[in-house]
């Protein structure tokens, strides 16, 4: 029993999993403890902060290649990502992708024991997640990203979609991977939904096996320190992968349309769907829906008629409308996500952000990629951000709704990096999962100034029960950490909004509103196109550099200092 302790890779700390995957004597930790680099969101909310905020960043080798590990540490606030840890995380990516951009090889491992985001912190972890992502789809380019999920907590929430974005992903068998977490779940959808106290439901839905057997891993491992070394080695031998599963969009929409919702789903069922999912029905993929017969029932729907006014709606799912438009004399393409009463996955009937809607917001982006890659002039993506959830169910956890998700996340990043000024407008709601995959890979986020745009990571509710708090002491934590709060002005002082638009008429817009907008998006792209690709302008607007991200610049410059 000693012995195989001794040679668990699970049972080891954050700091020990990055210390044993690299070679003896090389493992030098960046920003360590002993730099005070604590969350200053938690000590006011009455919670002990920890002195390197739970996450630990490790340079060495691995047989030989240089490596950078990033370790969570599970047992500090569920592996939760705030600002700081976010910026240690989202920094040493960065810092990853410039080196290999130079010509200096260096191997990323991102280990996971993760629930997301730290909810005490909220929208500061969903804006480090989104950076995070944006740094793994640019590095991928260069090397493998590889990631690990040893046990424990898993994969969970916004970081879901990140460990969905890696080259390469490595599970144990007691792994867990999913968007959403069973008491998520059961608090938003029912226990009739998901048991959140059904272990071995949960394990055959979104455990490592299940995972690597559907697809949406690659390699189970045994719980040992040198069968991990071993299949991180295999990743790195590998090379950079040409088509992550991200990418690999007609593969997985065949496989989500191939599933018959009408019958009862087993997780033996999915392994059969996708072992059938290599060939792609085109002739299915181009059937176009009439938008008109679709009764209006959202702000998002609302303002896309009226931004594509006298353009054809080319969409294929009825809960994504895409359009090609003029304005200002400059291609765009809108794309909303919408409510669908007849949708055939029952959780995404109301305007939330499911496996269709991530896979189907992938096409329609790579096909504008593909259409104008010889162009001298890339058209504008334009994402009108009005989604109240990602969707929550057992079969979109089976299916891999974070896989889903991680599919949009990868498109927009990737039109940003080819070129594409990418925009995303919000005159509703932005929240959790879904605004991740359906805004959050913007060069810049536009929003209505106005009661009813909300900006968060899930429910009041549900944010309650993961806490542990009442409804009431989450509201009071919100006067001491902007962060918390739902509406958008306190989100605007994080920093990442380029605008916040006032008297707009957001129920119930007209002419003169939509002129408005159109104003503003060629500003944006113009903006834009004498800009960085990447996201860093989040990092330098005023409100950023005033305090809105201070510990978020503060992580980055002390990474640059210590990386060498």
């Known amino acids: 029993m000693l012995d195989t302790l001794k040679n668990s890779f699970v049972e080891c700390t954050g700091r020990e999993r990055a210390r044993v995957l690299l070679d003896k004597g090389t493992f030098r930790e960046l920003l360590g403890p002993f730099e005070g680099l604590e969350s200053p969101h938690l000590e006011p909310q009455g919670i002990v902060p920890q002195s390197d905020d739970g996450v630990v960043i490790g340079k060495g080798e ?7 590990v990033i370790s969570i540490e599970g047992s500090f606030q569920g592996g939760g990502i705030g600002e700081v840890s976010g910026a240690k995380i989202a920094g040493a990516l960065e810092m990853a992708f ?3 951009k130079s010509g200096n090889i260096i191997y990323p491992i991102f280990i996971f024991d993760t629930g997301g985001v730290r909810l005490q912190e909220a929208n500061y972890g969903l804006l480090s997640i989104a950076e995070m992502s944006a740094a793994i789809v640019a590095l991928r380019e260069y090397v493998p990203v590889i990631g690990v999920i040893p046990g424990k907590i898993g ?10 974005l890696c080259s390469t992903l490595i599970i144990t068998r007691e792994g867990r991977l999913g968007l959403n977490g069973p008491e998520v779940i059961e608090q938003e959808a029912g226990i009739m939904e998901f048991d959140s106290t059904d272990r071995k439901r949960i394990w055959n839905t979104i455990g490592g096996r299940q995972r690597v057997a559907a697809g949406f891993a690659d390699i189970e491992v045994e719980d040992d320190i040198s069968s991990f070394r071993e299949a991180i ?9 040409e088509r992550p599963r991200s990418s690999q969009v007609e593969r997985y929409l065949s496989f989500i349309g191939s599933v018959n919702t009408s ?5 033996q069922k999915v392994q059969d769907l996708w072992a059938e999912s290599n060939r792609y029905n085109s002739d299915e993929s181009s059937k176009v829906t009439d938008s008109s017969v679709i009764k209006i029932k959202s702000r998002g729907h609302r303002w896309f008629n009226l931004l594509t006014a006298g353009s054809k709606n080319i969409g294929v799912a009825p809960s994504v409308l895409c359009s090609d438009a003029i304005i200002g004399g400059k291609p765009v393409r809108f794309l909303a996500v919408v409510p669908d009463e007849s949708s ?15 896979w189907m917001i992938a096409k329609h982006i790579r096909d504008a990629i593909e259409d104008d890659r010889i162009n001298e002039e890339k058209r504008a993506i334009i994402a009108i951000v009005d989604v109240p959830s990602q969707a929550y169910g057992y079969r979109e956890e089976l299916l891999g709704i974070h896989q ?5 996340v990868d498109a927009y990043a990737s039109a940003r990096l080819a070129g594409h000024p990418v925009i995303a407008f919000i005159p509703g709601k932005a929240i ?5 995959s359906h805004g959050m890979q913007a060069s810049r986020l536009i929003a209505l100034d106005d009661d009813g745009v909300n900006v968060h990571v899930m429910s009041k509710q549900s944010a309650a029960r993961i806490t542990q708090r009442t409804i009431e002491e989450l509201e009071e934590a919100t006067k001491k950490v902007p962060s918390m709060a739902y509406d958008v002005r306190s989100f605007e002082k994080l920093g990442a909004l380029h605008e916040l638009i006032s008297g707009i008429k957001a129920d119930e817009p007209a002419g003169a509103d939509r002129d408005v907008i159109y104003k503003s998006l060629i500003t944006a792209v113009e903006d834009i196109q004498n800009s960085p690709r990447d996201l860093s302008r989040r990092l330098t607007s005023n409100f950023a550099k005033e305090g809105g991200r201070s510990a978020s610049i503060i992580v980055r410059r002390k990474l640059a200092e210590q990386w060498y």
Do not use: D, Y
């Open 62 to 68: 691995l047989n030989g290649n240089p490596a950078v």
């Open 155 to 164: 994969a969970f929430g916004g970081m879901s979609i990140n460990a969905g």
């Open 404 to 408: 889903a998700c991680a599919a949009a």
């Open 344 to 358: 055939r996955f029952p959780r995404a009937r109301s305007g939330e952000f499911g496996l269709e809607q991530g």
């Open 263 to 267: 019958e009862v789903l087993t997780p």
């Open 432 to 436: 959790s999962g879904a605004f991740l």
């Open 98 to 100: 410039e080196k290999n």
């Open 233 to 241: 080695l295999s990743a790195i031998q590998q090379g950079a992968v």
